[in-house]
């Protein structure tokens, strides 16, 4: 049995062994054979390419050490090949030792063309998309495209829009691509709510926003098109502006926007937690710098104790604090402020914390998407440059003015480690937009008539920052041109240089009797010297002159032995000397005695130096609701010229928001015209008035006026001019906020006093009843009116009725008053 069992063990053993070895044998074989750790670059054949070369799809291929292809290269040579873009399929296989790479290329596109687009033009619709002609083409790349372009017209508000791509077979392996779209309607803002707002109403949230509702007059616009990204700069909008005003705890939860389609429009709703107002109630200054004493620089806050909380004011008095810190010498000095609510009390103590901050250096500062602008134009508005300190409230300061440049349609400025630990790199990310502008204006007011305009400005030229524009003005009364140019940095200084060259020609009309031609340039320099105040110097030359209807200027003699008084001529003219009253060369009607010596003497050259000081805190330059605007001016005529004198002149305007969206406007204004040396004033350099001083009264129509009997009655002016004007503008709540009406309810009081130009003329020989009589009372102008505000899409305008109460006894009334105009 043992042996029997040994035996049958070995048979066994022998049959495995003869089933085994051809199977090792195989295996081995395979493992030999195997193209991964077998073939090289070289033993690749490439298979089905047309245009792409072989050597080029071998170069994707990356041998190993030894030259070698193992699975995992090939693997990756796949990817890349697929990545290119260049092939719709690509198949790797093994045959006789050999890599063979088989590629089906993607076609070649002929042409790209779009159907059905109107408001987008062709060239801007290519330079946006991927597929080009003579390109590769790529049905991922198209739909991406298409998708692209579907954007471009839901930036403009058209969100219905379709582009589909057609696909055009053509020979040689190419084909047409054409992007048919639908665009659709414009989809506009139909509803703008707010929700949680207690403290301002939805009335006054809107002025706050750039997104406007539609309306009938939306055409001539652009901001009720739907755009979520204005939507979402509209949240931070809404929250600074509280801020500002004392509420510290706002917090604007959301904008929502739902399409309504039986509106066809958009549904906007800003929901707010408004919180509750506060007060200053302390403000402490704490310095952890051994030698700086926080306390020193108290002066830089703009926040004051009792005051209304106001974000925007401790910002900026950060920025100061700091710039003043660097200055002394503490470059690297941090300000933190932190505020510690009392909500008892609803107020605020705030305390800013100097410190030392880390010693950071800007290793670089990288300006990029600047395409137009040259690239100092942006630099020169950073204070900081590579090797200074890095200092966060300087940057954000560069970001502000840049913005404010207008050149951009966005900027922002972000930061990244630089080299170093003590390193950083600021990166100046920018879009441009158009800055060049062509514009036909047109208006119309009671005192100047209609007058059009053609202009052609450039905020940006070529690129370097600088300002220029041209224009011409034809009216029904006034003509002219002028021409300006701006260097907003003089010698790489934060100093604005501007010249100005001009002509301008006032007509005679109801109001005036002659005709002035002024032609002249100025010069002037603008000085930044915070931002709420600046100050301008600036000179002027100008040559003025007159002219006169003949009959107005006929009585160059002594009227008393005119030949105009002479029997002969009264009979040639018809004219009937006993009923002249005397009058003798007045009988046709004779322009004022001043008027008339100006015509004589010529022209009169101009030279002056002047210069105003502005303090400007109003929200809104355009439409203010709240802040203060005082304008304060001076300017000394003798630096050369015909005439010499010093005119002071002074206007302050106060806006405060009162109840129920109400604007309270306190408006005070004055002048003072003073001679100088022996020459006396000119009567065109005198101040004339009417209804910009007191409304109701007629252009020119307040002051000192000619009387003598025969003469036009000229208003000649007056040396001194007073005016106050208080003026509630009521909004019309009934009416949408995008029409733009409110009225305004007013009281005004003024005068003008004292003419000092010529009262006599030698060389008329008028003396006595024909020397220059006329009336100069001291009377104070008022009127009460009301009128109507349009922030219209044609341009502002405004209409106003005002009743005189007061007068002087030569004085002419105008009771109704329109001005306006606008540029499309």
Known sequence: MKVGMRVLRGGIFATLMLIALPVAGAVTGLLVASPVSAQSVSSIVVEGNRRVEAETIRSYFKPGPGGRLDSGRIDDGLKALYETGLFQDVKINQAGGRIIVTVVENQVIGRVAFEGNKKVKDDQLTAEIQSKPRGTFSRPMVQSDAQRISEIYRRSGRYDVRVVPQIIEQPNNRVDLIFEVTEGNKTGVKTINFVGNSAYSAYRLRDIIKTRESNLLSFLGGNDVYDPDRVEADRDLIRRFYLKNGYADVQVIAALTEYDPDGKGFIVTFKIEEGQQYRVGSVNFRSSIRSLDGNSLANMSRVGVGSVYNAEAIEKSVEDMTIEASRRGYAFATVRPTGERNFEA???????????????????????????????????????????????????????????????????????????????????????????????????????????????????????????????????????????????????????????????????????????????????????????????????????????????????????????????????????????????????????????????????????????????????????????????????????????????????????????????????????????????????????????????????????????????????????????????????????????????????????????????????????????????????????????????????????????????????????????????
């Open 346 to 824: 609803r107020t605020v103590s705030i305390v800013f914390a100097i410190d030392e901050g880390a010693r950071t250096y800007i290793e670089r500062i990288n300006v990029r998407g600047n395409t137009r602008t040259r690239d100092y134009v942006i630099r020169r508005e950073f204070d900081i440059s590579e090797g200074d300190a890095y200092n966060r409230a300087l940057v954000d300061r560069a970001e502000r003015r840049l913005k404010n440049l207008d050149y951009f349609k966005t900027v922002k400025i972000s930061s990244e480690p630089g080299s170093s630990s003590d390193r950083v790199i600021l990166n100046v990310d920018l879009e441009e937009k158009s800055t060049g502008e062509f514009s036909v204006s047109g208006g119309y007011s009671t005192s100047d008539g209609f007058l059009g305009e053609v202009s052609v400005s450039e905020r940006n030229l070529l690129g370097r920052g600088l300002y220029a524009k041209a224009s011409v003005q034809y009216g029904q009364y006034a003509r002219g041109y002028s021409l300006s140019f701006v260097e907003p940095y003089l010698l790489d200084y934060r100093v604005a240089f501007g010249v100005d060259v001009y002509q301008r020609q006032q007509l005679a009309n109801s109001y005036v009797s002659y005709n002035t031609k002024t032609a002249g340039f100025s010069t002037r320099l603008g000085f930044q010297l915070r931002e709420d105040l600046t100050l301008q110097l600036r000179y002027s030359l100008y040559q003025q002159e007159i002219s006169l209807p003949s009959q107005l200027a006929n009585c160059n003699n002594n009227s008393l032995s005119s030949t105009f008084n002479t029997p002969a001529f009264a009979n040639a003219n018809g004219v009937d000397l006993s009923s002249t009253n005397g009058l003798g060369c007045y009988f046709d009607g004779e322009a004022s005695l001043p008027i008339r010596k100006e015509l004589a003497g010529g022209r009169t050259l101009t030279s002056a130096l002047g210069y105003t000081l502005t303090y400007n805190t109003l929200d809104n330059n355009k439409n203010a609701t709240s802040g203060l605007l005082v304008d304060f001016r001076q300017d000394f005529a003798g630096v050369g010229g015909d005439v010499s004198y010093l005119k002071t002149t002074g206007d302050v305007k106060y806006y405060q928001p009162l109840v129920a969206d109400i604007v309270g406007l306190i408006h005070l204004q004055g002048g003072l015209l003073n001679k100088l040396g022996s020459d006396e004033l000119r009567m065109l350099d005198h101040f004339q008035m009417g209804p910009q001083l007191v409304r109701g009264f007629a252009p020119q129509g307040i002051g000192p006026r000619d009387i003598t009997n025969g003469t036009t009655n000229d208003a000649l002016g007056g040396t001194m001019y007073w005016g106050a004007s208080a003026e509630l503008q009521v909004p019309f709540w009934f009416l949408p906020k995008e029409v733009g009406l409110k009225g305004a309810m007013y009281a005004d009081a003024g005068g003008l006093y004292d003419y000092k130009g010529p009262t006599s003329w030698a060389a008329t020989g008028e003396v006595g009843p024909y020397g220059l009589q006329y009336s100069d009372s001291r009377a104070i102008r008022s009127s009460v009116g009301v009128g109507l505000i349009w922030a219209s899409p044609f341009g502002p305008l405004r209409f106003d009725y005002a009743v005189p109460l007061s007068k002087g006894p030569n004085d002419r009334t105008q009771e109704f008053r329109f001005g306006g105009g606008t540029t499309f």
